[in-house]
């Protein structure tokens, strides 16, 4: 089936001028609008359109996102149904997804890294403050400008309303939502999780910034899924062979981690704050075959 194409429609006084990105559920398309100038929208599908369920969930999206409001949420400006299209209009964040700053610019220097937890902490924040927990926190949904080392979070679409009632989940008891390797734990039951399951997602980015992988390193969904239930994640000072973080470095991304949510810093802001002290511009990272060396051969000086 060919794809949809809406190049040079007008949807709601959006002028959609190109298709920039494409989605399960939806196409995004950057447009010009008369008075916000540049804008991002999104599409909902067409095969989705008539999925009541498809519609809800999109829309929530709008919802929660317009409900945040902070310097590092990516702003909701409206949405609605227009000529038969379901659409939400946002704020246009330059920039690239933190996944694809990362899989050209490889492993992240702990002072940036610590910079842009800061940053998410202070969305979430603002998030969690207005009851709306995120769940999907990924690279994916990250949006990095490396000029102004700005990060933005997006994506509200399965995040959920703290003080909603439980009988109006959109997702079935007994089914997680988020992305696997970013997942806190207890979410794997299909429980509805609390701020704390984002501390953790939070903390498996940093950790992935920081070295270039995950965590837990199963070869495959099941064996993920078990090692995120029953095992501790690797330390973050045995994840790359020859590369050693500060103690305190550590510890805080650590922390973050614990598989036992009551054991985690307690506010998002918590976290961050460990991280940013511990990954100032002091603390760098040491490469242990070189730094290692140098040690050894400044500690045979002091000897004699």
């Known amino acids: 089936m060919a794809q949809e194409n809406l190049e040079g429609r007008t949807v709601a006084d959006y002028r959609l001028l190109k298709r920039v990105g494409e989605g399960g559920t939806a196409t995004v398309y950057r447009a010009e609008h008369p008075d916000r100038g540049n804008c991002a929208v999104k599409i909902l599908k067409p095969r989705l359109r008539a999925d009541e369920n498809a519609r809800k969930r999109f829309l929530r999206e709008s919802e929660y996102g317009g409900r945040v409001q902070h310097e590092a949420v990516v702003r909701t ?80 679409g399965i995040a959920r309303d703290a003080q909603a009632d439980p009988a109006q989940r959109l997702t079935r008891t007994g089914f997680f939502v988020g992305t696997l390797q970013y997942v806190a734990p207890e979410a794997l039951s299909g429980e509805l999780v609390g701020p704390l399951a984002d501390i953790y997602s939070l903390a498996t980015i940093a950790y992935h910034l920081l070295t270039g992988i995950h965590p837990h390193e199963g070869r495959s969904p099941r064996e993920l899924f078990q090692q995120l239930l029953t095992a501790d994640p690797k330390p973050l000072n045995q994840a790359v062979k020859g590369v050693k973080f500060p103690a305190t470095l550590e510890r805080a991304i650590m922390h973050g981690l614990r598989r036992d949510p009551a054991e985690r810093p307690s506010t998002v802001e918590e976290f961050a704050e460990g991280v940013a002290k511990a990954g100032e511009p002091g603390a760098a990272v040491e490469d242990e075959e070189k730094g290692g060396l140098l040690g050894a051969f400044k500690s045979m000086l002091k000897k004699k």
Request: glycine share 8%; charged share 20%; aromatic share 8%.
């Open 77 to 156: 400006f409206d949405y609605g149904e227009a000529d038969g299209l379901i659409y939400l209009a946002l704020e246009w964040a330059e920039g690239e997804a933190l996944s694809d700053f990362v899989a050209h610019a490889g492993r992240v220097k702990p002072h940036l890294v610590a910079h842009m937890v800061t940053q998410l902490a202070g969305a979430l924040g603002a998030a969690h403050a207005s009851d709306i927990i995120h769940r999907d926190l990924k690279p994916e949904n990250i949006v990095y400008d490396t000029e102004t080392q700005t990060v933005k979070l997006l994506d509200f």
